[in-house]
């Protein structure tokens, strides 16, 4: 499942910016990119976004391992991901993960640490905490290329983004990981302003009593 964890980065949206990069005299900030993810954070919260990622994971060698496709629905903190036979749901406070063919339900409590990749929400309010941010260079097609690294030790060492600075929103997302394996993300269907409920963000046991309840909180 941490395979599809990185897929909430892309509810990123941008606006378009110049290709030079100015740093701050400490090097941890590329002015552009903080700029651009700031922006960013600020429409994250506003509205409700909806879309499909098609997750394609390689092994060292570069050899294909594994194709997923997931669809998530996200507001304020909250979210579902539906992929296969699981749904994954969160309301904020706790995660229900449902796999149907196993006809069981998994809950624990989330996470409250501030760069869990469950809570993007809390990555995009503290990744200048958390990331060191660069503006690597604009495309000719006017795709933006940024990268985050980590500042504290993770399986990855570097999350890239490439984003479609004409709508805002990010087309691809590539994580980088130490031993040399990696993922790539392509967003499509993105919609934002959706309608959502409670509901939809909690796994709705009165419509399943028979399925199987294992809380780990």
Not at 1 to 30: C, E, S, W
Not at 59 to 87: H, M, P
Request: proline share 3%.
């Amino acid at each position: 499942m941490k395979r599809l964890l990185p897929i909430f980065f892309l509810l990123y949206t941008i606006t378009p910016v110049a290709a030079q990069i100015t740093h701050t005299a400490n090097g941890n900030i590329d002015k552009n990119a903080d700029e651009i993810l700031k922006k960013a954070a600020n429409k994250f919260h506003s509205n409700a976004v909806s879309f499909s990622v098609n997750v394609t994971n390689k092994d060292t060698e570069k050899k294909l391992i594994s194709k997923e496709k997931a669809d998530i629905l996200y507001n304020q903190g909250k979210y579902r991901v539906t992929f296969g036979d699981n749904i994954i749901y969160c309301d904020g406070t706790a995660t229900w993960h449902w796999n149907k063919q196993a006809d069981e339900v998994v809950v624990n409590k989330m996470s409250d640490a501030d760069d869990d990749l469950m809570n993007p929400a809390a990555i995009l309010k503290n990744y200048n905490k958390n990331f060191k941010a660069k503006y690597i260079r604009l495309e000719s097609n006017g795709d933006a290329v940024i990268d985050l690294t980590p500042k504290k030790t993770k399986s990855y060492y570097k999350l890239r983004f490439i984003i479609n600075t004409n709508n805002g929103i990010v087309k691809r997302i590539e994580m980088h990981n130490y031993d040399a394996s990696g993922s790539e993300y392509q967003v499509s269907n993105f919609k934002s302003g959706v309608k959502t409920t409670d509901g939809d963000f909690r796994f709705p046991k009165s419509q399943n009593p028979s399925v199987e309840i294992i809380d780990m909180r």
